[in-house]
């Protein structure tokens, strides 16, 4: 059985200049319906939102994990810029630095240094210990010490 196609709109408006819908200047862009696309739908649209959308703003799921913390770095030339006007302390021949955060390996080292850090790139370990120097770190320090009870 076949069904009885509807008739188009326009059939019922020829004849007449707008089709129904106004003024010639209406219909003309889309600033008769409120901008584009999701434009408007904090003010004009809003009724839409609160009537098919009602999450549409707000924040969902899950929060992000803090994954980059601000920790202080320093790079291995500021270290040696340090020793070499004479700002570290000499210990034994070596000059000691201690430093609550990171040292990057950035430049080189021509001093031998102690150096006392919470955390270290391979780069900067390679070049402490070209230099004759030391680096003390937490968790170097805790493995040992963990070896040590076994």
Known sequence: MATLRKGKRNRKFLGTRNHGKGNAKNRRGSGSKGGWGNAGLGKSKFTWV????????????????????DIPTINLYAINQLAS?????????RFTFAFEGKILGTGRLTHPV?????????????????????????ALDAAKEGKKAQ
Request: glycine fraction near 14%; hydrophobic fraction near 40%.
């Open 50 to 69: 609160t009537a098919k959308a009602p999450d549409w703003f707000g924040v969902h799921g899950f929060a992000a994990l803090e994954r980059n913390k």
């Open 85 to 93: 006007t004479g700002k570290l302390k000499s210990e034994g021949g």
């Open 114 to 138: 102690k150096i006392s850090a919470e955390a270290a790139s391979a780069g900067a370990v390679e070049k402490i210990k070209k230099s004759g120097g030391e680096l003390i770190l937490p």
